[in-house]
């Protein structure tokens, strides 16, 4: 099992920035990627960035340029970097851990971009 913890969420003027963090914990060997996903309210979930044990990344078209994904040096800690955000960033941001078998979810932090 993994268990995956966020934090950094919050309210934010059109403009700044957030920093998003993931720790997980548990068996932290099997996961091959590790990302955020996002909700807004009436929406279906989507991918916002990913980041594989290589250090790989791949992001949503409407984040590039803005977000970035980065791991700790420990390996079970991810974080993003949310700069320019706009109202339309407004969602749920939730952690992901992918292994060969399982995907695994944090409980999900609030991002309010106010414009």
């Known amino acids: 099992q993994v268990q995956l913890v966020e934090s950094g969420g919050g309210l934010v003027q059109a403009g700044g920035s957030l920093r998003l963090s993931c720790a997980a914990s548990?068996?932290?060997?099997?996961?091959?990627?590790m990302g955020w996903y996002r909700q807004a309210p009436g929406k279906q979930r989507e991918l916002v960035t990913t980041?594989?044990?290589?250090?790989?990344?791949n992001y949503a078209d409407s984040v590039k340029g803005r977000f970035t994904i980065s791991r700790g040096s420990a390996g079970n800690t991810v974080y993003l970097q949310m700069n320019s955000l706009k109202p339309e960033d407004t969602a749920v941001y939730y952690c992901?851990?992918?292994?060969?078998?399982?995907?695994?979810w944090g409980q999900g932090t609030q991002v309010t971009v106010s414009s």
């Open positions: 992901c851990a992918i292994s060969l078998t399982m995907n695994y």
């Open positions: 548990g068996r932290i060997s099997s996961i091959n990627v």
């Open positions: 980041i594989t044990s290589a250090g790989r990344t």
